[in-house]
T-cell receptor, first 113, second 113 residues
Framework: EADIYQTPRYLVIGTGKKITLECSQTMGHDKMYWYQQDPGMELHLIHYSYGVNSTEKGDLSSESTVSRIRTEHFPLTLESARPSHTSQYLC????????????FGQGTRLTVV | AQSVTQPDIHITVSEGASLELRCNYSYGATPYLFWYVQSPGQGLQLLLKYFSGDTLVQGIKGFEAEFKRSQSSFNLRKPSVHWSDAAEYFCAVGAAAGNKLTFGGGTRVLVKP
């Protein structure tokens, strides 16, 4: 059973606050990803990491930042939340090798008021 | 650049009827193709994947998909839908099994009693 956890599941926060969305996986995967999904829309890659101390920006520009200090942990931070950041954020991880696929967390639904 | 198109935004099907969801991709090399399902407020669950070999792949929950290179398609099918199949379905393409994915816009499936 794939284990990738995101906390919190839901977050309502005021404009200007700093927030960190947590993502942890227990599968020992080297690769981790953050996707942003607006309601009823497709997923867009905003950050990814292929290992510890490696982070890259994805296809969709985002004001968020990420860090990868430990293999199992890939938090996403917004220094100053704005209403435009309201969205669902999905974390995923995958291993190396020919037949591995991405496993997704349950997502964090963020609302900035 | 890789891209995925899901032409149908919504599909309504009667319970017990067959279902086919279309997916067309654009990718310069041999693609790694995936179908994911997302229930409301949830993360994504992998239904099936195609890497190579037999072009008809079987997945979970009675789903199957057929890879047609000549048509750049990877359509998802189920012979008889159940009410629990109501969800959003996403087709995705990647450069390799564990690499970042590009998603289509999704198809929302509604199941009538």
């Amino acid at each position: 059973e794939a284990d990738i956890y995101q906390t919190p599941r839901y977050l309502v926060i005021g404009t200007g606050k700093k927030i960190t969305l947590e993502c942890s996986q227990t599968m020992g995967h080297d690769k981790m990803y953050w996707y942003q999904q607006d309601p009823g829309m497709e997923l867009h890659l905003i950050h990814y990491s292929y290992g510890v101390n490696s982070t890259e920006k994805g296809d969709l520009s985002s004001e968020s930042t990420v860090s990868r200090i430990r293999t199992e942990h890939f938090p996403l931070t917004l220094e100053s939340a704005r209403p435009s950041h309201t969205s669902q954020y999905l974390c995923a991880s995958s291993g190396i090798g020919r037949n591995t696929e991405a496993f997704f967390g349950q997502g964090t639904r963020l609302t900035v008021v | 650049a890789q891209s995925v198109t899901q032409p149908d935004i919504h599909i309504t099907v009667s319970e017990g009827a067959s279902l086919e969801l279309r997916c067309n991709y654009s990718y310069g090399a041999t693609p790694y193709l995936f179908w994911y399902v997302q229930s409301p407020g949830q993360g994504l669950q992998l239904l099936l994947k195609y890497f190579s070999g037999d072009t008809l792949v079987q997945g979970i929950k009675g789903f199957e998909a057929e890879f047609k290179r000549s048509q750049s398609s990877f359509n998802l099918r189920k012979p008889s839908v159940h009410w629990s199949d109501a969800a959003e379905y996403f087709c995705a393409v990647g450069a390799a099994a564990g690499n970042k994915l590009t998603f289509g816009g999704g198809t929302r499936v509604l199941v009538k009693p």
